[in-house]
């Protein structure tokens, strides 16, 4: 997509975008535009509402903002917008940009544009979106240089475009190869070293954890680390590490689900998320070293399946006992959680997972459940997610929960088996394979990660996390 600045529109023809702040219903002052005059009987800028009047050999479409407006919001609507307008943006398109409209907005509505493209038909065959040919120009009536602004939006939505796709597609094309080699693509792609062990190379490490849940399937496991090292590295610059949950099919084991398994696709919607960011981070050149773990693989039935009551090992040396298969994900997070804090000494540990039913009945699909231990990251953390439409809210990790990870016969067992406080002791046991580091910070995405709104009839991937890891990382 090329974007040019004018200064007028005294000779374009096409579609025009004008946004619109919220007047009154009751307005005698019409709202004008480019000689185009539009009474508040019909339309005054009522968030998410639009009004199209076809003039002077060009598409007049108003879109309502409302009186005040956030980032979610504005990404939502210009991503309506291209959405659903699809068959008039085949022509020239021009965009408004309303005088003094703050950075973070103007990040938005461009990100939210480029989103409007996505389609969730990928086995269909179907037109490419007008927006994405080469050859698109868009026009932007704007009083400052909002193309620095625009580039840097569009890295945002190619980012979280490309973890749409992941959530989304099936699981017999993303299995674990499938992801290991889109993390080869991107470092090539973007500057960021990617290594990639398979199952004898983590059998040699001692990710035993990890190689549990994979074992009941035929699908070879991929234990993905990502390493961005920025150009300018010193005494002082932070170093960030990542953990995403990479379950590409989660049928629950041999505690086999009962229902939902339909999206069981999207159980690798964390580890998605972290290499969305990974990409994003590297693109957008942020001078943060950023250390991410992806342990990929499927959780499968097969008489090789690891069974409740067996006592595993993980690479940490804790033995571990399994009281139900289907809490699969903290297992192979444990083994990501330990092998990065031990080989790779982040300064900041976060680790991102669709873990718990028990999130989702906490918060519905509002925010994501916050577990920390370390009151400066959860207030970092918070912040991001708010300025951008992507929250969090804390739960506790108090030691009053500890019990529910006890086990008789092993160091620590990986369900309470408890139909309370699920989330809770899920992250009390991830918290046990930390090593006690000062600042960890899980974040249980289940309820955020994938699901429904306009955009699709059926459930689908968000991207929750890219944007928040990224802007986190940013504000540090």
Not at 1 to 12: A, G, R
Not at 145 to 151: N, R, T, W
Not at 154 to 160: D, E, G, M, R
Request: aromatic share 10%; proline share 4%.
């Amino acid at each position: 997509m090329k974007i040019t600045i004018v200064k007028d529109l005294t000779h374009f023809e096409g579609t025009i975008l004008i946004p619109v702040f919220e007047t009154n219903a009751k307005s005698l002052v019409p709202i004008e535009f480019h000689g185009v005059s539009v009474s508040s009987k019909v339309f005054y800028g009522k968030k998410d509402s639009s009004y199209s009047v076809d003039k002077y050999d060009c598409l007049h479409l108003f879109i309502g903002l409302g009186k005040s407006i956030d980032y979610k919001s504005v990404f939502t609507i210009f991503r309506r917008i291209i959405t659903r307008n699809k068959e008039v943006l085949n022509m020239k398109v021009a965009l408004v940009v309303p005088d003094a409209l703050p950075a973070d907005l103007a990040e938005a509505m461009f990100s939210g544009m480029l989103a409007g493209t996505y389609d969730l038909g990928h086995y269909k065959k179907q037109e490419q979106h007008p927006l994405l040919k080469p050859d698109f120009e868009l026009s932007l009536l704007a009083k400052e240089d909002f193309v620095p602004i625009a580039e840097r939006a569009f890295k945002i939505a190619n980012a979280k475009l490309e973890t749409y796709r992941l959530v989304d597609l099936p699981p017999n094309k993303v299995n674990p190869e499938y992801l290991a080699e889109c993390a080869v693509k991107n470092g090539a792609t973007f500057g960021f070293k990617v290594t990639v062990f398979d199952r004898d190379a983590c059998s040699n490490l001692g990710l035993s954890a990890f190689l549990a849940v994979a074992q009941g399937s035929a699908r070879e496991p991929q234990f993905v680390i990502m390493e961005y090292t920025p150009e300018k590295l010193g005494k002082e610059t932070k170093h960030i590490g990542l953990v995403g949950k990479g379950i590409t099919f989660d049928t629950g084991g041999l505690n086999i689900k009962t229902a939902g398994m339909l999206h069981m696709k999207s159980d690798m919607a964390g580890g998605a998320a972290v290499f969305g960011a990974m990409r994003l981070i590297a693109d957008l050149q942020l001078n943060t070293k950023v250390t991410a773990i992806v342990p990929c693989c499927e959780n499968s039935v097969d008489n090789t399946s690891f069974v409740p009551a067996d006592v595993i090992g993980s690479y940490s040396g804790h033995s571990i006992e399994i009281i139900d298969t289907d809490a699969e994900g903290r297992l192979i997070l444990a083994d990501g959680l330990s092998y990065l804090i031990k080989n790779f000494k982040p300064d900041v540990v976060v680790d991102i997972a669709t873990l718990t039913g028990s999130s989702v009945a906490t918060f519905g699909y509002e925010c994501g459940a916050l577990f920390t231990n370390n009151e400066a990251v959860s207030k970092q953390l918070q912040r991001a997610g708010d300025s951008i439409g992507e929250r969090v809210w804390p739960l506790p990790l108090w030691d009053a929960y500890k019990p529910d990870i006890e086990s008789e016969i092993a160091d620590v067992k990986n369900y309470s088996g408890k139909p309370v406080a699920g989330a809770i002791s899920a992250a009390k046991f991830l918290e046990f394979f930390t090593e006690n580091h000062p600042a960890w910070a899980h974040m249980d995405v289940a309820g955020v990660a994938f699901g429904d709104d306009e955009f699709a009839k059926t459930k689908h991937g968000t991207a929750f996390g890219v944007h928040l890891l990224t802007k986190f990382i940013e504000n540090l």
